[in-house]
């Protein structure tokens, strides 16, 4: 199911653009007061829900292919992101520098879409129940015995857990992936409808542990809930980082609207207004001075084939 507002799908007049995005409408509805603000466009929001995270709008805007309704995908994580680009739905975006990234991996080499703010994928727990020095400090400690029946993780056919779990498909290879399975199912791990829900659940104390997104620990932490987050395996790959993602539609109804979103949203203030919010949590560009623990990802491109082999191995397994 789907939430927002949808326009005309012709050009007229009336400033305005339509917006498809997964990202939090806590968030995201900041950013485009602020756009609206500053421009005098009006912003028309579509946002997915937490419970389908990214997969509900990437459907629809398949559907929609040769008639858009949206003018721009501003997409939570970039795998999605990608594999639309590589279908023809977006158009190249050429008026930007992109030497102000700090990786490849934070932009499409054809312009049809663009990084903005990078989260991590990060453990919780709950400080009642775990002691500090008990706390899992790698990610495969989650799926040991001493962990069995006691962790809770967003489900992993969507959104940012689909993104990990086909990164970690990518960097282990079809054999340890799967081994990596069966011991999550051993484990007897709960998958939950989004990692909203794990951070409330592990912070009212149902499963001492769980794996989220770092917006939301950090969330959690805000609004007074017993939960620690420990960024993993910092003394090993890293933990895995999560880039958001923005596309202009082919054949968008507003196109200049659509354009000065696009500029307006891919810069270091706005993002940092993100960080500040705590949609995300790091920086995309070069000029950030920000500490960031041990992280690692993956071009998203790379990523394509694994997104959907993943899936069919945990349908499979889990």
Not at 10 to 28: F, G, L, M, P
Request: charge should be positive; hydrophobic fraction near 40%.
């Amino acid at each position: 199911m789907l939430t927002g507002i949808l326009g005309c799908s012709k050009e007229n007049t009336t400033k305005k653009i339509i917006i498809y995005t997964s990202v939090d409408q806590v968030y995201a509805s900041k950013i485009f007061k602020d756009f609206e603000n500053k421009t005098g466009i009006k912003v028309l929001a579509v946002y997915d829900t937490e419970a389908s995270k990214a997969v509900g709008l990437e459907k629809r805007l398949l559907m929609e292919k040769s008639h858009p309704r949206a003018d721009i995908f501003w997409n939570s994580e970039p795998i999605r992101t990608a594999r639309l680009a590589k279908q023809n739905l977006f158009k190249p975006y050429t008026n930007i520098s992109i030497q102000n990234y700090q990786s490849k991996n934070y932009y499409d080499a054809n312009y049809k879409w663009f990084g903005i703010g990078k989260r991590e994928r990060v453990i919780i727990v709950n400080t009642q129940l775990v002691k500090k020095d008990a706390y899992p400090k790698l990610l495969e400690t989650l799926w040991s015995k001493k962990y069995h029946h006691e962790v809770a993780i967003s489900s992993p056919y969507i959104g940012t857990a689909a993104t990990h779990f086909a990164a970690l498909y990518h960097a282990l290879g079809k054999k340890k992936f799967i081994q990596l399975l069966k011991e999550i199912k051993v484990a007897q791990v709960t998958y939950l409808a989004g990692n909203s829900v794990v951070k409330d659940l592990v912070g009212e104390g149902k499963y001492p542990i769980g794996l989220v997104d770092s917006d939301d620990a950090l969330a959690g932490i805000k609004a007074g809930l017993p939960i620690a987050m420990i960024p993993y395996n910092q003394n090993g790959t890293g933990t895995f980082s999560i880039v958001g993602t923005v596309a202009q539609l082919n054949y968008a109804p507003h196109p200049k609207a659509a354009e000065r979103f696009i500029q307006y949203l891919l810069t270091p203030e706005v993002e940092q207004k993100l960080i500040d919010l705590g949609a995300v949590q790091y920086s995309v560009f070069k000029q950030s001075k920000s500490k960031e623990p041990k992280q690692w990802t993956e071009s998203p491109n790379l990523l394509l084939n694994d997104l959907e082999d993943s899936y069919t191995l945990m349908k499979e397994i889990l």
